[in-house]
Each structure stands twice: as C-alpha cells, then as structure tokens.
C-alpha cells in the first residue's frame, strides 16, 4: 500500500467526491462497444499526425447568491425567493498565435421564486427578472439557478461562434468548443464536447475503472456511451498532473449521443491531442491540473463582472422596499 497527495488544495475537498474503489455503482445505463468490446478495453493514443484544433473555444459561467428574500402575500402567506448574479463568457485560444482573448461575456441576474404574485426586483439599471419555480425550497430555489446559466452560456457560444462565421477571413470553422461542466442542455452545439472535472458517480465498472488509472498523460479511455434521464457518449482522458494518486489528472468528457461512431472517436482523439496544453499548474490554480488555464482567467473575469456583492445587496434592500419603483442608485 502506498499514499498519494491528491493534487487539489483540500479547500476544494477532492476531484473525486467519494471513494474510486468500492463506491456505489452508477445506475446510468451503459454500452461499453461503442469503440471497442470491453475485454479489449486498454490506454489510447490518438493518432500520430493528430494535429490539436487550431483554435479552442473554451466556455465557462459563474454564479453567486446576493440574497434570500420572503415575500408577503395579500392571503397572508409567504414564499422564499433568491436574488442570484450569473455570468458566461468564452475564451478564444488561437495556438496558431499562441494567444488568448475574452472573445464574449453576458451577465444576468434573475430572482427566483415559487411566488404567484413576485415582480422583478428592480433598482436604477440594476434587474432581478422573476424565475418562477414550481417548489420554494431554498435547495430547489438554487438548483434552478443553472438554467438560466446554461442559456447564457450557450447564448454567448453561438454569438461567439456566428460573429467569426461573419468575418471574410475567418477558419475557425474547425473550432473545438469545450464547456465547463456537462454537456446537457448543450449538445446541439457542434465541434462541442462536455468537461467534467470533478467525479461525483462511478460509471464504470470495477474492471474497466482500472484502465483509467492506468492511464498516462495524454491518453483515453474507449468512448462508451451513457444514459442517465439524457445520453451521451463518453471518455476519460488524464493531464499531466504530479503527485501520482490514481484518479490525478482524470477529467471525464462527452458529446452528443447524436454523433455517429466516427465523429465521436474523432473528437475523443481531438481532445487528447489539444486538451493537455492547457492544463492548469499547482502554484497557479488549487484545482490543477482540471481546471484548465484559461478558464480559471474567465472565472476570474467573470466574477467581477458580476458587481459588488455588497452594493447588490443594498440595491436590494432598497429595491424591495419600493418594488415597483425605480430608484437612482
């Protein structure tokens, strides 16, 4: 037996949120022949004249609570609501160039609410739209906060995407979209693949999970397709990471379920080959190596632009006061 120092600072818990070995299986449905039949499943290369995607579109989005608010209702009961910020932006990495730039980022900021009777929450420019939610539980109320964020991400993806259609001299029409997280309420995008960074399930069997710590920087696992209350197709891939724990580096990826065989195999290699340039280093991010480079400079940005928590909250205070108002700030 031997111990391994998980890579990631301990403030952010662990890449794998339970126990690899041993930990309840994945009731997903799984079709492990996608690429290979599974007692042939080992470590993949891609192939040798693989070239990496010549530019990356990198997306990511962030949220955060402003406030918890009670409404009072004319029949004198009451509902919680949550005042929530979110942001989306995407970074266009052109290795051709060897540069990064904000290529486009929207802020929203929505209240959410089971109230029949809620408005907007407003204060000078400052907007809280109603989200009405079915269930007014405080867990529930943030959980609803990720569609209206999955919609702006993918909003500024197609706008990014559409104004480099536009330009006359324009070849990103090879572009590899990669999203922070999930692909799910995304897949129609395409060139898109899902990054999945923290390991929350097992889907894998024992016998197969070990061939992804086995995996050396640079390589995958067979793409298998997966089925929870949505399907994709999926692979786990490892950066180069330091430390030598056994799940160190593993990021697990997915793309449309939609995508033929070959389509899907070619963008499994196409991660391989582009992904690991942009892995994060120790001294610069406590979630190295998953949380890739630029993307912690979008989260960075993105989180600024979301305003000062503290003068959101007073526009709040003021705004719910006089809700039908609108107040200078």
């Known amino acids: 037996m031997r111990w391994f120092v998980d890579p990631w600072s301990a403030s952010y818990a662990s ?28 470590p ?13 579109l990198l997306v990511d989005g962030v949220r955060r609570n402003d406030a918890l608010l009670w409404t009072r209702e004319d029949d004198g009961t009451s ?7 979110y942001a989306a932006g995407v970074v266009r990495c052109d290795l051709r160039a060897g540069a990064a730039e904000l290529a486009g980022a929207r802020v929203g900021r929505g209240l959410f609410t089971a109230s029949p009777s809620a408005a907007p929450v407003r204060h000078g420019a400052i907007v809280y739209e109603v989200h009405r939610q079915g269930r007014g539980d405080p867990a529930e109320l943030q959980a609803a906060v990720q569609g209206p964020l ?12 559409e104004a480099a259609d536009a330009l006359p001299a324009s070849n990103d029409g090879g572009d590899l979209l990669v999203i922070d997280g999930p692909l799910r309420g995304r897949s129609h995008l395409p060139r898109a693949i899902g990054y999945v960074k923290t390991h929350r399930k097992q889907y894998l069997p024992p016998e197969l999970s070990t061939v ?19 399907h994709r ?7 180069p ?6 799940w160190a580096g593993i990021v697990r990826l997915e793309c449309s379920a939609d995508l033929a065989k070959p389509s899907a195999v070619a963008l499994a290699d196409l991660s391989a080959v582009t992904l690991p340039r942009f892995a994060s280093s120790p001294y610069k991010d406590p979630r190295a190596p998953q949380n890739l480079a630029p993307v912690g400079g979008l989260e960075k940005r993105l989180r600024a632009m979301l305003g000062d928590a503290r003068l959101l909250h007073r526009a709040l205070v003021a705004g719910a006061r006089a809700p039908e108002a609108t107040v200078p700030v």
């Open 212 to 230: 992804v710590t086995k995996l050396a920087p640079g390589q995958r696992t067979p793409v298998f397709r997966l089925g929870t209350n949505w």
């Open 79 to 85: 509902y919680a609501g949550l005042a929530a910020s």
């Open 44 to 56: 993949l290369h891609a192939p040798a004249d693989l070239r990496a995607a010549e530019v990356v």
């Open 150 to 161: 999955t919609e702006l991400e993918v909003a500024v993806a197609v706008a990014v995407r």
């Open 15 to 42: 890449a794998f949120e339970s126990v690899p070995d041993g930990a309840p299986q994945s009731s997903a449905q799984l079709d492990l022949r996608v690429e290979r039949e599974p007692e042939a499943w080992e």
């Open 241 to 246: 990471a330091q430390g030598g724990a056994p």
């Open 233 to 239: 197709h999926s692979w786990y891939l490892r950066l």
